[in-house]
């Protein structure tokens, strides 16, 4: 089986422009791909997990990887899936950003002479003079198709900027600018950027009279059709400091029944024919594949020491086996404490058991809070610096758990 094959098989692919010639070179080791990352925060997110994991899946079959950094395209920002404008972002930040970028990327994908580079359209996008851009790109695009595109159609809705525009120009850009100067025949990205793809390829058809080719990749969504791992002000992040690798692990471990064998081929490198046999699992199994799809990912994100750890913790909490020492950890200053006390639901959203005080109250008047394993029912109950010098488990849900302790 040759890597598009697998591709297939895992679920991966959404479209491409030309299959017969995109499979003969991939599966041939002929491909100079790029993905593009633009730097709106300061870490990765499971939503980009796929990306990097395809990355390295097409690596190894000998195609070469561009991991392209977004530090020009992030000062306009993409408009795709948005139905408001994306904040704007200095220069240092997006700088900074780019730089934790790379450090998380070089555990997925080997950098290095005749293997990926890294690279960044500031370097190029930045120094663009917009007059002779206009005379150099501009009559490619037709403003009418651009308006029937995909990426732009949730932000037509209430109004979308000149500034937003041009981003599929932009994107489009980074694609002509790569294939001329580092001989990069495709481009791979969600599938919510195939028009932005089209728009490079188009223009690298109009401008050099050669043919350049996309495909998009699935996008990772559950059940229900919400992406996953990507949800604005609840992004399941691959920086440690930012969501621990207890969390992490805790997150693809309680994904859906229905989810669990699409993220287990889409995410894993485990063999086909293995998944094929875990895909005849029902019941309790379920729990069994969870638990193998969650160690998996947190050892490729967060090495296999972390990964055993975040396993002994649930095992602890949910088996009454391991140490629960590993779990996180929410410290609080008396600062924090209003009165020498903290209320239920302003705990409930500092451990970010809770995204809001709106989620914190449903859930505790619905019976899902227990603190030290005693319910809490009142959305007034207070926690005192003394209980919380103690050190108190609190709980959401059957699954979510944060240890609060006060310095």
Known sequence: MGI???LVARGLIAQVTNEDEIREMVNAGKATFYIGFDCTADSLTAGHFMALTLMKRLQQAGNKPIALIGGGTTMIGDP????????MLTREDIDHNAECFKRQMEKFIEFGPGKAIMLNNADWLLDLNYVELLREVGACFSVNNMLRAECY???????LSFFEFNYMIMQSYDFYYLFQHYD??????????WSNMLGGTELIRKKLGKDAHAMTITLLTDSHG???GKTAGNAVWLDPNKTSPYDFYQYWRNVEDADVMKCIRMLTFLPLEQIDEMAKWEGSQLNRAKEILAFELTRMVHGEEEARKAEASAKALFAGAGSSENMPTTELTEADL???AIDVLTLLVKTGLCPSKSDARRNVQQGGVTANDQKVTDIGATF???????GLLLKRGKKSFNKVILK
Not at 153 to 159: D, F, I, L, P
Not at 184 to 193: A, I, T
């Open 184 to 193: 990069c025949n495709m481009q791979f990205g969600g599938d919510d950027q």
């Open 226 to 228: 919400k992406k996953m």
């Open 4 to 6: 598009y094959e697998e």
């Open 384 to 390: 005192s610096a003394e209980q919380l010098k103690s």
């Open 80 to 87: 795709s899936g948005r139905t408001d404008m994306r904040k």
């Open 153 to 159: 159609k949730q932000r037509m809705e209430k109004g």
């Open 338 to 340: 209003a009165d020498g």
